[in-house]
């Protein structure tokens, strides 16, 4: 073998070898990256399940509107929604939840469907806790709910509210009366899931022969997209629904990750439909899986007034 032989055989090997090297430099780059990738991965997990679904927002909503009479001005209205509780709800939680509503001293609290989880069973413990702590809820003008698709899982569903001082209104209206002798409108629709709703029995007022056409009305309704089938025969000013937990996982810029039947259309927190608002509450507890993310449990806080 020629000197010239040798030295370019020399070369390849040098070649090999550099080769080998940045090799090396490239996998433990790779792995490092996996690592990091598995450790970021294990810290959202138990972000969106310990963290994310721990603590209370309180999302604040003014609400105006000419119809509402003088007497309302100011009026406040505490919506809470989706406890499931003993998903991510326990009692602790749900001591701080009535703490924090009472001291917004709303004049009227409504729940909007799904105070029970159908995969927890429920000790009498438990259904004492719960009768116990929603007794402590206070408003000046009442307490109102309607049922969630969940809630139709456990018969004592109705027992627990009307123990607790709550009024249902599933498929029912109740006028409300506020530092004057105008009402205004509360409505009720239970689940469509459960194939439990009737629209035209919640409505009825509007049947009445001198009931008020334009009395400023709020609707509670449990699954967002029934708006859409009420509007078409009835007014509804205010809407306040849940069951969307908007979106419950969520993502910056992409926002929910899924939507759920009877939340396909509206599932975020806020919409303008025609001439009514509609307010979504994102919940307090879980459903189907124990995580939340960038979608902390919160309540909705309206006050309604009347510029004119």
Known sequence: MTREEKSKL????LVKEEKKVKDKKYLFILLKILILIIIIVFLGVL????????????????????????????????QFSDLHYGSTID??????????????????????????????????????????LLTEFKATTGKYAISGNHDYSNELYPDILNSSGFKFLDNNYEL????????????????????KDNIDKAYEYFKLENSNKNIYTISLLHEPDNLDKILTNYKVDLALAG???????????????KTIRGAKKYYEEQYQV????????GGLGTSTYKYRLFNRPSINFVRLTNSK
Not at 10 to 13: H, Y
Not at 98 to 123: A, Q, R, S
Not at 274 to 281: D, R, V
């Open 176 to 195: 409300i009366y506020y530092k004057g002798y105008e009402p205004i409108l509360l409505t009720g629709l239970s689940s469509s899931i459960k194939e």
């Open 243 to 257: 069951h969307s937990h908007n979106g419950q996982i969520r993502l910056p810029v992409i926002g929910s990750l």
């Open 91 to 132: 009692k602790r939680a749900l001591k701080n939840i009535v703490k924090k509503t009472n001291i917004l001293k709303p004049d009227l609290i409504v729940f909007t469907g799904d105070l029970i989880d159908k995969d927890y069973l429920y000790t009498d413990t438990d259904i004492n806790d719960l009768k116990s």
């Open 10 to 13: 020399k070369q390849k090997e």
């Open 47 to 78: 972000y969106s399940r310990f963290i994310a679904t721990s603590g209370l927002l309180i999302k604040e909503y003014k609400i105006d509107n000419q119809l509402l009479p003088s007497s309302f001005h100011g009026f406040k209205i505490v």
């Open 274 to 281: 025609e001439n009514t608002e509609l307010l979504i509450s």
